[in-house]
């Protein structure tokens, strides 16, 4: 299926690794170029130097204005951004809902939140006054089934989500398109951090530690495995294509049934 990807310009955060990565070598197999950004200038280089159509690498930070300025020259010097697509982020801090400090839902909404908002603001304006562009934000299952030790990224991902669709609204008429995707339990580093705590913390193997956290924690994850970033890519790269030209405000859940309900 040809996505009509031939020749845009997608910008991709979060691209040294993980879903981002994917995402990067997804959008490339279908002729896109590609502006990519992370936080390290050299782990962002070794991660993607065997990505095609790179024409540059920002190291940016997106918790400083300066950052998504960066990243937005970078893309206005080629000829200006067609695609947006956010996948940095962090877990943030964990525990008692009620014993998370104001620091650290400071730190994951600067990061998970306001880190996209910022890149998406420097980027939305030449792709409406074109009439063309697509906006994809990484949310997560946490954004409609929270988990009561990691309040702070529930909250994040649940801001973003709710953003997605104020965006759409309005951009969606200048033609526009601004969607999430919902990835839940991806074999990537943040979750591989969090399977080898987890293995430490109950005396376990990763791959026990795994399975365990798969019977405990997502009993509704029935496919019994790690989603891999190239299966959230391939969603996230439709999205982005001519072939989604009439999917709006929408999110889209790669999740392995990992979210009970049917309602987004």
Do not use: H
């Not at 953003?163 to 759409?168: D, G, L, R, V, Y």
């Not at 969607?179 to 399977?195: D, K, L, Q, R, S």
């Not at 009993?219 to 790269?237: F, K, N, S």
């Amino acid at each position: 299926m040809d996505l009509g990807l031939q020749g845009k310009l997608a910008v991709v955060t979060g691209a040294s690794s993980g879903i981002g990565r994917a995402t990067a070598r997804a959008l490339a197999a279908e002729g896109a170029r590609l502006v990519l950004s992370d936080l390290g200038a050299e782990a962002l280089r070794r991660g993607t130097e065997d990505v095609p159509n790179v024409l540059e690498r920002v190291a940016a930070d997106l918790t400083r204005e300066k950052g998504a300025a960066a990243i937005a020259r970078a893309a206005r010097a080629k000829g200006g951004a067609d695609i947006l697509v956010e996948a940095a982020g962090i877990t943030g801090e964990k525990g008692d809902p009620f014993a998370m400090t104001d620091a650290a839902f400071r730190d994951c909404f600067e990061t998970n939140f306001l880190g996209p908002v910022r890149l998406a603001r420097a980027l939305v304006g030449p792709m409406a006054e074109r009439g063309w562009g697509r906006i994809v934000f990484i949310v997560s299952e946490n954004a409609v089934q929270p988990y009561p030790e990691e309040a702070v990224y529930n909250a994040s991902k649940a801001a973003l989500l709710n953003f997605t669709k104020s965006a759409a609204l309005a951009y969606g008429p200048k033609g526009v398109l601004v969607n999430a995707v919902a990835p839940a339990f991806i074999e990537t580093p943040m979750t591989e951090g969090m399977m080898r705590q987890r293995a430490g913390e109950r005396g376990e193997t990763v791959e026990e530690a795994v399975d365990s956290f798969l019977k405990e924690e997502r009993p509704y994850l029935t496919l019994d495995r790690r989603g891999q970033p190239e299966e959230v890519a391939a969603v996230i790269a439709l999205l982005c294509s001519e072939r989604a030209s009439f999917v709006s405000g929408a999110s889209y859940r790669v999740d392995g049934g990992s979210v009970a309900a049917m309602n987004t």
